[in-house]
């Protein structure tokens, strides 16, 4: 599984013009069906588990919302908001505690 997760870690953004999102939570396996859900729907995802990758990743790339998955430790999630405050003052945070059948609803009310 750790693998599997260092692929999420790319430091690389699509060419697409769709929203890019940045997926942070602390179980790879909810990342990846976050990411699989948002990705079908035509957005850019990536996803992390580690806080330092994360950060690095929002400070080198664009990003329109953080999606942070369930039980993020708070001091991961003030580093990353304030990383998302500096570097991308328009873009959104959404805390994210519900099941995978809301996810899509909550993020599309986010960009409406």
């Known amino acids: 599984m750790e693998e599997e997760v260092k692929e999420n870690n790319e430091m690389e953004v699509s060419a697409t013009g769709s929203k890019q ?6 179980h790879d396996y909810i ?4 990411q699989s859900t948002l990705e079908k729907a035509g957005y850019t995802v990536k996803g992390f588990t580690e806080v330092e990758m994360a950060r690095m990743y929002l400070e080198a790339n664009p990003c329109d919302l953080l999606f ?7 001091h991961d999630r003030i580093t990353l908001k304030d990383v998302l405050d500096r570097q991308h003052p328009t873009a959104k945070l959404l805390d994210h505690f519900g ?6 609803s909550e993020v599309e009310s986010v960009f409406k």
């Open 21 to 26: 999102i940045v997926v942070f939570g602390k």
């Open 31 to 34: 990342i990846k069906n976050t």
């Open 68 to 74: 942070m998955v369930g039980a993020v430790d708070p």
């Open 99 to 104: 099941g995978p059948a809301t996810i899509l």
